[in-house]
Each structure stands twice: as structure tokens, then as C-alpha cells.
């Protein structure tokens, strides 16, 4: 995991800010998510929509949620330097992966698209409408409950966890399931963003809307959720006491915007910057009005102030990746 090139300390760009660099829907704070109003059959909700599959997700899944996994996806591989995972595993030998909580497919479609040999399982509580490659499947299922694949004897060789903070409601059943359906000598691999604004410049301005988001999510969310949102802080305990062995844990820090100098790290920051864009407004907007009290409105208005801290260009946000690898003994 070392030989990823991104530093701890991420350089500033000396020009960032003095020019206008923004894209023109960067401008417009709003604009993330005024293309979710299509009625699908889904249930819509303050014009997002939410699936009700066993009890729900916390998180629309429509367009908008589409567009944010899509910059999820493209910002992983970026730091990946193009690769699907970085388990230890020999390319040649895997036949069987899994995708556990897959969304929109796109880490399963691109992995089927990358290993034609290996047969790929997305599993999600969310149905899934397309099927690109002959080799991936999609099953609707809770992955915290036992696991019904079309082949029984199937064991899997990589199984993937990616971005489902907030999510979940019992992870240890969620790890025991990856366990008992591995080969031995198989890897689990999950990266999470740790909902934890740092920054390395000597003064903060103050009220930061980004920074009280951070910690209000963390003093509330999970609570109110019934779901860690935390989950980067305890998935390698977790997954050890699963029965996993040889965990290792990396942390990489993403640039919110694109004001490294580094060119990886500058694109990296412009993914993320569109993933919390097109994020924070679904992370927040049911469990907040649902359970915290708070009025459509609000949570707009604290989307909007976060946004325009982020066009500002003033403030150099990174948050932590967190990347934990286990293999099965
Ligand atoms: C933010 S999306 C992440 C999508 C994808 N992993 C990625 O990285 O782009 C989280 C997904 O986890 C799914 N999910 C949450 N809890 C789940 C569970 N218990 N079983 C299966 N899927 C679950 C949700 O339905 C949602 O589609």
C-alpha cells in the first residue's frame, strides 16, 4: 500500500484562489441536486428518492446519488493509480468477487469489464436496473443477513466494501457473512472517507460550516441514523474480531478542491469536491429532518453555506481515506 505517491502533508498550489477556476455548476451551490424530481417507483421524499427495501436506507438513490458514486468511483481509481483494489492478491487467481453494497455497480461492472474470468456479485438492498457485462450479477439483499447466491459452493477471493458509512446497522454480522462466504487465503478490502474536515493552514476561519457539519454528524447522526457514520474509525477492529488476520490500515488524505499542487492530488480534489457537492444534502436531509428537527429549509441553507466555503477558495480541507485490507486464515 505504500507505493501510492500521496503524501501525508499535501503541498499547496500558490495560485489557488487568485483566479476564477470554478466550473460553471460549481457556482451555482444548488445545482447538485435540482435534476432529482423524476418519479420512478420509488418513494420521493423532499424531492429525493428512497427505496423501502427491508427498513429503507437513510440515503436517496436517484440520479443525483448515481452522479455521486460516479465521482467516488473515478476519484478511488485516481488514487489507486488506476487499480480496483490493493489487496495482496494475484490477478490471475481470482475467480470469485464480491461488491457489497454496490449502488449504482459502477466498482462491479468496472471490475467484471477488467477480470472477464471472474464472475462478480453486486449486493445491495437497492435493485438494480442494468446488467452490462455477462460475468456480473446483482443481487437484492442485506448483506448483514445470510447470504442466498445462486451457486451455494461459491466463495469469494476479493470481497469489496466501498463508501457505506451510514449505512449499516449491524457491521459484525455484516463481516461474519464476508467471512463464512471467503475462500481461505481470500482478502477484504473497504475504504471510508472519516467524516473529519483537517486542515493544515495556521488559522481556521471561523465558523466553518464544513467543520461544524463534520462534527455534528459525528455527535448526532449515528445516533439518530441507528447507522455508524464513523465506521472508518472501527472497521479494522471490527473486521479482526471477524476473524480476519494480517489487517493493515492506510490513511490517505483527499484534497477538498483542487488546491494541491501535485496534479494527482489537484484531480483527486476535484472529484471530491463534486462527491461532497453532490453528497451532503442526501447524507443529511432524511435523518435530520426525520429525527433532529430540522426543516427542509435548514438543511438547504447549511448545504449551501458549506458549499460556497468550498467556492470561496480560501480554506485548504482535506479529509482522510481510510483503507483496511484482512485476509482470511
Ligand atoms: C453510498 S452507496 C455506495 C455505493 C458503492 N459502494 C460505491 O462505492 O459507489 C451505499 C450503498 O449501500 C447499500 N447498503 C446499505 N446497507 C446495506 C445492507 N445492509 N446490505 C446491502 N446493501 C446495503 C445502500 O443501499 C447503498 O446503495
Not at 441536486?33 to 427495501?53: I, L
Not at 488559522?203 to 457514520?229: K, M, N, W
Request: aromatic residues 10%; negative net charge; proline residues 5%.
Amino acid at each position: 500500500m505504500d507505493d501510492l505517491n500521496i503524501p501525508s502533508v499535501i503541498p499547496v498550489d500558490e495560485s489557488y484562489g487568485r483566479f476564477s477556476g470554478l466550473e460553471e455548476e460549481d457556482r451555482d451551490a444548488s445545482s447538485a441536486y435540482s435534476v432529482a424530481s423524476s418519479a420512478y417507483n420509488f418513494r420521493m421524499e423532499n424531492g429525493r428518492r428512497y427505496h423501502d427495501y427491508r427498513d429503507g436506507h437513510p440515503f436517496p438513490h436517484d440520479e443525483v446519488s448515481e452522479e455521486n458514486e460516479m465521482a467516488m468511483h473515478e476519484m478511488c481509481l485516481l488514487l489507486l493509480d488506476d487499480r480496483y483494489y490493493l489487496s495482496p492478491i494475484d490477478e490471475s487467481s481470482l475467480r470469485c468477487i464480491a461488491d457489497i453494497g454496490t449502488g449504482h455497480g459502477l466498482w462491479a461492472e468496472g471490475v467484471a469489464e477488467k477480470y472477464p474470468d471472474a464472475q462478480v456479485v453486486g449486493m445491495d438492498l437497492t435493485p438494480h436496473a442494468r446488467n452490462v457485462h455477462p460475468n456480473c450479477s446483482f443481487i437484492l439483499a442485506d448483506a448483514t443477513e445470510e447470504w442466498v447466491l445462486d451457486d451455494p459452493n461459491m466463495k469469494f477471493d476479493l470481497v469489496h466494501i466501498r463508501s457505506l458509512f451510514g449505512g449499516v446497522r449491524d457491521w459484525p454480522a455484516l463481516y461474519k457473512n464476508c467471512f463464512d462466504n471467503m475462500r481461505s487465503g481470500g482478502c477484504i478490502e473497504q475504504m471510508e472517507v472519516e467524516i473529519d474536515a483537517q486542515t493544515d493552514d495556521p488559522e481556521v476561519l471561523p465558523g466553518s460550516q464544513i467543520r461544524a457539519l463534520c462534527e455534528y454528524t459525528r455527535t448526532h447522526l449515528s445516533a439518530a441514523a441507528g447507522r455508524d457514520f464513523d465506521i472508518s474509525l472501527g472497521m479494522k477492529k471490527m473486521i479482526e474480531d471477524a476473524g480476519f488476520v494480517d489487517v493493515q490500515e492506510k490513511r490517505l488524505n483527499l484534497p477538498l478542491g483542487p488546491w494541491a499542487s501535485d496534479p494527482k492530488l489537484k484531480d483527486i480534489g476535484r472529484f471530491y469536491e463534486r462527491f461532497y457537492k453532490t453528497g451532503l444534502q442526501g447524507w443529511l436531509l432524511q435523518v435530520c429532518t426525520r429525527r433532529l428537527g430540522w426543516t427542509v429549509d435548514q438543511v438547504n441553507e447549511a448545504c449551501i453555506n458549506a458549499f460556497q466555503e468550498i467556492n470561496a477558495r480560501k480554506q485548504h480541507w482535506y479529509y482522510p481515506m481510510v483503507i483496511v485490507i484482512g485476509r482470511k486464515p
